[in-house]
């Protein structure tokens, strides 16, 4: 009995150690959920932003645009929108993937690429 709690415990260390920080053995939640990834325009431009097919919105460089699970957010390089900035238009689930240290932010940078803040 005592060595089948051991390897549970083993097995719950282990996978905390491999989840992406914010999500927990017991819960498995998304920890940024609720309040949306930050997004800091780290390209030393200033680009244009349609959110939720919203209007187009100037996006000066350095400054945060928050993101939540089902946004769209569209990137334009000039301020009519329709030249696209970044032609993969990155969805939450791709900021949040590059959110290694669980503080919900990341920053884009020249040529629309992508990291942790």
């Not at 260390?13 to 999500?23: F, N, Y």
């Not at 349609?50 to 996006?59: E, M, V, Y």
């Not at 032609?87 to 791709?94: K, L, S």
């Not at 240290?101 to 990291?115: A, F, M, Q, T, W």
């Given at each position: 009995?005592?060595?089948?709690?051991?390897?549970?415990?083993?097995?719950?260390?282990?996978?905390?150690?491999?989840?992406?920080?914010?999500?927990?053995?017991?819960?498995?939640?998304?920890?940024?959920?609720?309040?949306?990834?930050?997004?800091?325009?780290?390209?030393?431009?200033?680009?244009?932003?349609?959110?939720?097919?919203?209007?187009?919105?100037?996006?000066?460089?350095?400054?945060?645009?928050?993101?939540?699970?089902?946004?769209?957010?569209?990137?334009?390089?000039?301020?009519?929108c329709k030249a696209l900035?970044?032609?993969?238009?990155?969805?939450?689930?791709?900021?949040?993937?590059?959110?290694?240290?669980?503080?919900?932010?990341?920053?884009?940078?020249?040529?629309?690429?992508?990291?942790?803040?």
């Open positions: 009995m005592k060595t089948r709690i051991i390897a549970a415990l083993f097995v719950c260390a282990v996978l905390i150690t491999a989840l992406p920080v914010g999500t927990s053995c017991a819960e498995g939640k998304d920890a940024c959920k609720e309040q949306g990834i930050t997004v800091r325009n780290a390209t030393m431009l200033d680009l244009w932003y349609t959110k939720n097919s919203g209007q187009c919105t100037i996006w000066i460089h350095e400054h945060l645009v928050g993101v939540k699970p089902g946004d769209s957010l569209r990137i334009f390089s000039g301020m009519d900035y970044c032609t993969n238009n990155p969805a939450y689930g791709d900021y949040r993937s590059l959110d290694h240290n669980g503080d919900c932010r990341v920053k884009i940078l020249p040529d629309c690429r992508l990291s942790d803040m």
